[in-house]
């Protein structure tokens, strides 16, 4: 039986792998290079396109760059990296299987997913163009294109996103100080370690949501780390008691075999 669950997981570990070369669920190979350790922080870019000998062009492309690249096959697997990635920017074909590229937009701006996309397709009516933009993409490349284009596209978008630089995080009562790790409600303020830091900017950075506890494996302690369940169970009860200290309406909600919610009481 297909267990959502450890699939997850599995893509969510792989995605912060070195370079490897690892199997699609239907059978297919494909390409994925994460973010190295002890690497200076590269962008990361997910590659969707089905037609394999172009996406490994596109792969090698940002390679040269030396962006970090995850590289899949059709709609629905770039929809699911889409949604569980920290990405910096999506390369999306148009003609995909299983979801075209337009309702892979449309699905991850209804999710308030605000990653920066870029179209590709060998349509070139302006119809289709609009279609897009409409979608939600920021920007549409015709096939064939220039390498330089595209990596020029390719940092207009997350230049255009790095605008933005966050000092805090705030949610209710709750405020985050991102340069020294303090946490704050009111006039009380507690220093945080650096994994309860790391675990309170995921939870802030989608209140009201369910984070995967799977999630929080692999952005806080790492791919490959041999951290378990109950090392993230322990960080949220962490958590928990100075959020407690604190006397923020804040809480960190439980939700049984899914995750962890940050709301209010």
């Known amino acids: 039986m297909y267990?959502?669950?450890k699939d997850l997981i599995r893509k969510e570990r792989a995605s912060a792998c070195e370079t490897t070369y690892r199997l699609h669920p239907a059978g297919k190979a494909f390409y994925t290079e994460?973010?190295?350790?002890?690497?200076?922080?590269?962008?990361?870019?997910?590659?969707?396109?089905?037609?394999?000998?172009?996406?490994?062009?596109?792969?090698?492309?940002?390679?040269e760059q030396k962006y970090a690249v995850d590289a899949v096959y059709d709609g629905e697997d770039g929809y699911q990296y889409a949604r569980c990635g920290e990405y910096d920017a999506i390369v999306l074909d148009v003609m995909l299987p299983r979801r075209s590229?337009?309702?892979?937009?449309?699905?991850?701006?209804?999710?308030?997913?605000?990653?920066?996309?870029?179209?590709?397709?060998?349509?070139?009516?302006?119809?289709?163009?609009?279609?897009?933009?409409?979608?939600?993409?920021?920007?549409?490349?015709?096939?064939p294109f220039a390498?330089?284009?595209?990596?020029a596209r390719i940092r207009a978008l997350t230049r255009r996103q790095g605008e933005v630089v966050l000092e805090e995080m705030t949610f209710e009562d709750l405020?985050?100080?991102?340069?020294?790790?303090?946490?704050?409600?009111?006039?009380?303020?507690?220093?945080l370690s650096f994994k309860e830091f790391e675990v309170m900017k995921l939870l802030l950075a989608s209140p009201n949501t369910i984070v995967p506890k799977e999630q929080l494996l692999v952005k806080v302690w790492g791919a490959e780390s041999d951290a378990e369940d109950n090392?993230?169970?322990a960080y949220i009860s962490f958590l928990r008691k100075k959020l407690f200290y604190l006397g923020s309406q804040v809480s960190i909600s439980t939700i049984r075999k899914l995750g962890?919610?940050?709301g209010t009481e």
């Not at 390498?147 to 990596?151: C, F, I, N, R, Y």
């Not at 020294?180 to 507690?190: M, N, P, Y």
């Open 3 to 5: 267990d959502m669950r």
């Open 34 to 63: 994460g973010n190295k350790r002890g690497a200076a922080n590269p962008l990361r870019i997910l590659i969707v396109e089905d037609e394999k000998r172009l996406s490994d062009a596109l792969t090698q492309i940002m390679r």
């Open 101 to 143: 590229g337009f309702e892979v937009v449309k699905a991850l701006r209804r999710e308030k997913i605000a990653t920066p996309v870029l179209l590709l397709t060998a349509r070139d009516e302006l119809e289709s163009k609009v279609n897009g933009l409409d979608c939600g993409a920021d920007d549409y490349m015709t096939k």
């Open 147 to 151: 390498p330089e284009e595209l990596t």
């Open 175 to 191: 405020t985050l100080e991102l340069s020294t790790c303090d946490l704050k409600c009111g006039a009380k303020r507690v220093h």
């Open 231 to 233: 090392n993230v169970e």
């Open 260 to 262: 962890y919610r940050l």
